[in-house]
């Protein structure tokens, strides 16, 4: 079998398990929903924004950007639990490539995004989010969050390979992924932060992301310190900066691991 017919098959076991254990589908839409709402209703009223539309237009970039962001702890976990039941060693043992295993993995995670941003989508709506960019660079903005996410899975798999236990992994993926979106502008305008972590805040991956993400859903940007700087005037191609620079430090790292932990 090619390794392409590998990757393909170990994308549909990733696939069927949610088919066999529909709680992983269910928790991982609920969890985004309820910040929606939460932010929505409860923070919304106190954040004056600026934008036509109120709180909630500048809300969900943001959101979508946090969920996918998450696929790295989900990732991580995966492959920690594989590791400690012993499947990894399955795997070695079939005549497979050696890499389609964390490929396969993290594509599935990936896919598992679409329906994610899907029921997000609809919640958004159903409270109010309308964006204004047109049917094309909506597509594209959520095509985007998708390449986020699988960037950042690469990061996962590595946290996973790493670690010793999936408590540990959970643990540490927190540590990563909640100082990024919390210290970002995804739920609030960065002006409001002291001068030095705006700086921080704006340079943030998940920052350019959401601000990509709002200029392809028709909202305009705001910047504090680092207003008229590069990923200001052009969060789109910061992105992709960002994206194509995890994926060329983390990819070939993560299977570097992966082939160690089996030889």
Known sequence: ???LGDVYVITQR????????????IFSTIQPVMFVLLFRYVFGGSINTGQ???????????????????????TASGFAEDMKKGLIDRFRSLPISQSALVIGRTLGDSLLNIVVLAVMGIAGFVVGWRPSGGAGKVALGFLF???????????????????????????????VTFPLTFL?????PTTGMPRALQYFAE?????????????LFGLQNQFGATAGSFPSEHPLITSIGYMFLIMVIFVPLSLRKYRNSID
Do not use: H, K
Request: glycine share 8%; proline share 5%; charged share 10%.
């Open 14 to 25: 990733q696939l069927r398990l949610l088919t066999r254990v529909p709680e992983v589908l």
């Open 145 to 175: 969050l998708l390449f986020f996410g699988y960037a950042l899975s690469w990061v996962g798999v590595l946290v996973g390979l790493s670690a010793s236990d999936a408590r540990v992994v959970q643990n540490v993926s927190f540590i």
């Open 203 to 215: 340079w943030n991956p998940v920052s350019t992301m959401v601000a990509a993400c709002r200029e």
């Open 184 to 188: 970002s502008n995804a739920f609030a």
């Open 1 to 3: 079998m090619s390794a």
């Open 52 to 74: 036509p539309g109120g709180y909630v237009q500048l809300l969900m970039p943001g959101i979508f950007v946090q969920t996918v962001a998450f696929t790295l702890a989900g």
